[in-house]
């Protein structure tokens, strides 16, 4: 914020002046995408390009005895074998990497990899976590946490309810696999991942390799998908690189294939709980007691913030990680927010059901203990109103006549998305040409289009006059894409950067049109007096007054003071309409509504479609979305497209989305959108399955089998 005359303004133009920020704009990049033409790394070739495989353990829990690469070696077209896991070497998960092979057709690689001989000592293994009972010296308690006096909010409650619930394991399951293509030649490395971090994959890299960071050229226009999973080089990238130089330097494509990136590239974990909550009959909670427990593999599964949203005065709280021989968690989409957000949220649904209560009062009831009640309080109205909610809800079990009922359910959620760091340049050439160059990604949210709007509202210019340049390491760095910190990163610092290049080209056009340079302003391709179109230059005229020398101007967003250009910390309301058919065990999706905030938004379009995307992955992890593990063989029994199911365009019913932009949400700058628009959903589709047929189905995906169990547990 300006603080001196001589202190650049870069606070964002209010809302009624904007010209190109906050209209709905189509993405940059959808013509490069719907032609084909946008290459991803997946897609690199060249005539000297070999190809990558692994060879990965079959055991769940193993240690290797022996190793022979001798017969790999001596496969016609194969040019490097590697030996990652050495005699000694203990193997915690079914896929995890014992050997490389490189070679010239993807087809030797793999044929390769079958001919290197492996012994194995097998080991226990414990691959499955729902029952804690069986889970033994795997889990580990950590601690009891108690606020106030639940005891005694127990004794003088009107209603006590009691519940289990559950949400499993689901895997990341990226379009494109997780992967990458290295060139190591002498001191010099070129490298094509598929990454959420530009800026940093590369240093991680050098660092795992020992080489100077930079040596390593890193360079990545499109992502075909990353949700939290594609931070590091991974071993995988590490063995391209070395396979690349036992190879004489020739690039190396290695992409996991969907059963190894189904197995081994993250997860997100599960959550577990018996919840017990207590409270009045007007809905007021009074008291949360948990017993929590998860996996994110072999590491545990850490504690998810329950209960979620709510901070409720009398808690008593326990959690367990179990350790499981199963492929690592990554971050999933806001990590622990889902798994909380359903283990609170379909308590507090059965909480109003036992006191005859419609659960959107309960919520309103509560909403005192939350850090936002007048936010989550509007949105909840306006979510109801879009989903006919008083007409519509009824109370449990009275979801119609006949085989299908209808419900419906809600859900709250919260997030983060405060901007991460981040630098730009803006230069301005004396031709009028505008670029700006940042080393940002974008993973399809439509960052590219962000930052040309920030620029070109910035400067007075149309979209299409101002180039943008990402995706390379040798531009000024940005931050890695995570925790919906992109948009208030790369907006701030692009502002700045603006702002600063614009303010010299003032000053170089100011003696032309008899004013000062704080007199003028960059309107529709103009420089201008302000207020006053009559004296003013074309853009290209005034970019003349240059001559020769460019202006080239640097923007810095500070994480830690960000000068109020952006903000953190987000509501956000979902709910869900859904039919079942109690013969079939099927639920539908009617109608999802989604109501959320994000401070300022650039670009509503894109915004939009986040949610729509973010509702889309709910609507998988609700009805389908499952990762099935053996425990007698310890592998995982769905690992392919089939089986691991993800929704198709005939399970996804309405999708709603209305954007919470008032003047208040609008002055805080904008807040990151990708992880808060993915949370709720899950719950709601939840909550509403159970208002459609009168009875809780405890743990997710609500396939037919478990919906029909459900009932026949109440028939009985």
């Known amino acids: 914020m300006p603080d001196t005359p001589n202190t650049p303004n870069y606070t964002?133009?209010?809302?009624?002046?904007?010209?190109?920020?906050?209209?709905?704009?189509?993405?940059?990049?959808?013509?490069?995408?719907?032609?084909?033409?946008?290459?991803?790394?997946?897609?690199?070739?060249?005539?000297?390009?070999?190809?990558?495989?692994?060879?990965?353990?079959?055991?769940?829990?193993?240690?290797?005895?022996?190793?022979?690469?001798?017969?790999?070696?001596?496969?016609?077209?194969?040019?490097?074998?590697?030996?990652?896991?050495?005699?000694?070497?203990?193997?915690?998960?079914?896929?995890?990497?014992?050997?490389?092979?490189?070679?010239?057709?993807?087809?030797?690689?793999?044929?390769?990899?079958?001919?290197?001989?492996?012994?194995?000592?097998?080991?226990?293994?414990?691959?499955?976590?729902?029952?804690?009972?069986?889970?033994?010296?795997?889990?580990?308690?950590?601690?009891?946490?108690?606020?106030?006096?639940?005891?005694?909010?127990?004794?003088?409650?009107?209603?006590?309810?009691?519940?289990?619930?559950?949400?499993?394991?689901?895997?990341?399951?990226?379009?494109?696999?997780?992967?990458?293509?290295?060139?190591?030649?002498?001191?010099?490395?070129?490298?094509?991942?598929?990454?959420?971090?530009?800026?940093?994959?590369?240093?991680?890299?050098?660092?795992?390799?020992?080489?100077?960071?930079?040596?390593?050229?890193?360079?990545?226009?499109?992502?075909g998908g990353g949700f939290g999973s594609k931070f590091s080089t991974d071993l995988w990238g590490v063995e391209a690189a070395k396979l690349s130089k036992a190879s004489g330097g020739r690039p190396v494509k290695l992409f996991l294939d969907r059963a190894t990136e189904l197995q081994i590239a993250g997860n997100r974990p599960s959550g577990f709980a018996n919840v017990k909550i207590a409270g009045k009959k007007d809905g007021t909670i009074t008291a949360w007691q948990s017993e929590s427990w998860s996996t994110g593999g072999i590491g545990g599964g850490g504690s998810p913030p329950i209960p979620y949203v709510f901070d409720f005065p009398n808690q008593r709280k326990n959690h367990t990680a179990v350790s499981t021989n199963c492929g690592g968690v990554r971050a999933w989409r806001a990590p622990n927010h889902q798994q909380a957000c359903y283990l609170t949220g379909t308590a507090i649904e059965d909480f109003a059901a036992k006191i005859n209560m419609d659960p959107r009062e309960v919520f309103e009831k509560n909403l005192g203990v939350t850090a936002r009640a007048d936010v989550y309080r509007a949105q909840l109205q306006k979510g109801a109103e879009l989903i006919d909610w008083q007409k519509l809800w009824h109370p449990r079990g009275q979801g119609g006549s006949g085989n299908v009922k209808r419900g419906l359910g809600l859900a709250i959620s919260t997030w983060g998305g405060g901007g991460h760091n981040s630098q730009c340049r803006t230069k301005i050439n004396p031709d009028g040409t505008v670029e700006v160059e940042l080393c940002t990604q974008d993973l399809g949210t439509g960052t590219?289009?962000?930052?040309?709007?920030?620029?070109?509202?910035?400067?007075?210019?149309?979209?299409?006059?101002?180039?943008?340049?990402?995706?390379?390491?040798?531009?000024?760095?940005?931050?890695?894409?995570?925790?919906?910190?992109?948009?208030?990163?790369?907006?701030?610092?692009?502002?700045?950067?603006?702002?600063?290049?614009?303010a010299k080209l003032l000053d170089a056009v100011a003696p032309s049109l008899g004013a000062s340079a704080d007199q003028l302003e960059a309107v529709d391709g103009r420089i201008q007096v302000k207020g006053d179109s009559s004296k003013s230059l074309t853009w290209k005229a005034a970019c003349q007054k240059l001559g020769v020398n460019p202006i080239s101007e640097m923007g810095e967003n500070n994480q830690r003071n960000p000068g109020g250009l952006n903000s953190s910390g987000v509501g956000g309301v979902q709910m869900a309409d859904v039919s079942v058919d109690i013969e079939t065990g099927i639920v539908k999706i009617n109608k999802a509504v989604a109501?959320?905030?994000?401070?300022?938004?650039?670009?509503?379009?894109?915004?939009?479609?986040?949610?729509?995307?973010?509702?889309?992955?709910?609507?998988?992890?609700?009805?389908?979305?499952?990762?099935?593990?053996?425990?007698?063989?310890?592998?995982?029994?769905?690992?392919?497209?089939?089986?691991?199911?993800?929704?198709?365009?005939?399970?996804?019913?309405?999708?709603?989305?209305?954007?919470?932009?008032?003047?208040?949400?609008?002055?805080?700058?904008?807040?990151?959108?990708?992880?808060?628009?993915?949370?709720?959903?899950?719950?709601?589709?939840?909550?509403?399955?159970?208002?459609?047929?009168?009875?809780?189905?405890?743990?997710?995906?609500?396939?037919?089998?478990?919906?029909?169990?459900a009932l026949e547990r109440r028939n009985a």
């Open 12 to 223: 964002w133009p209010p809302m009624e002046k904007r010209r190109v920020m906050g209209k709905p704009t189509k993405r940059l990049d959808g013509p490069m995408k719907s032609t084909g033409r946008a290459k991803y790394a997946s897609d690199f070739t060249q005539k000297d390009l070999l190809f990558g495989a692994l060879l990965t353990s079959p055991y769940a829990h193993a240690r290797v005895t022996s190793i022979d690469t001798s017969e790999a070696e001596k496969v016609p077209g194969v040019t490097a074998v590697r030996a990652i896991a050495s005699a000694g070497s203990e193997l915690q998960w079914a896929g995890q990497e014992v050997a490389s092979v490189a070679a010239e057709t993807e087809e030797i690689a793999k044929a390769a990899t079958r001919k290197i001989k492996v012994q194995y000592e097998v080991l226990p293994h414990l691959v499955r976590e729902d029952d804690l009972a069986k889970a033994g010296a795997r889990a580990k308690p950590a601690g009891e946490q108690v606020k106030g006096d639940p005891d005694k909010a127990f004794q003088e409650a009107d209603a006590v309810v009691e519940g289990h619930y559950g949400i499993p394991v689901i895997t990341h399951c990226c379009l494109e696999p997780h992967g990458n293509v290295i060139e190591w030649k002498g001191e010099k490395i070129n490298f094509y991942p598929s990454t959420q971090n530009v800026s940093g994959i590369g240093g991680d890299l050098a660092n795992a390799i020992k080489v100077p960071p930079a040596g390593i050229k890193v360079n990545m226009q499109y992502i």
């Open 448 to 502: 590219r289009t962000i930052i040309t709007m920030v620029a070109a509202e910035t400067l007075g210019l149309p979209l299409g006059a101002v180039k943008l340049s990402i995706g390379d390491n040798s531009l000024p760095p940005s931050g890695a894409s995570g925790g919906s910190t992109t948009v208030g990163g790369v907006s701030s610092s692009t502002r700045k950067a603006a702002v600063n290049a614009l």
């Open 595 to 709: 109501v959320q905030d994000i401070g300022l938004v650039i670009n509503p379009t894109t915004a939009e479609s986040q949610i729509h995307g973010g509702c889309i992955m709910g609507i998988c992890a609700a009805l389908m979305e499952e990762r099935i593990m053996d425990q007698q063989t310890g592998r995982m029994l769905n690992p392919d497209m089939e089986f691991n199911k993800l929704a198709g365009i005939g399970d996804i019913g309405e999708v709603v989305v209305h954007l919470d932009i008032t003047p208040d949400h609008d002055k805080r700058g904008p807040v990151g959108l990708g992880e808060p628009a993915a949370i709720a959903l899950i719950t709601a589709i939840a909550n509403a399955t159970a208002n459609a047929i009168g009875v809780r189905v405890p743990e997710i995906p609500l396939t037919p089998n478990r919906v029909l169990a």
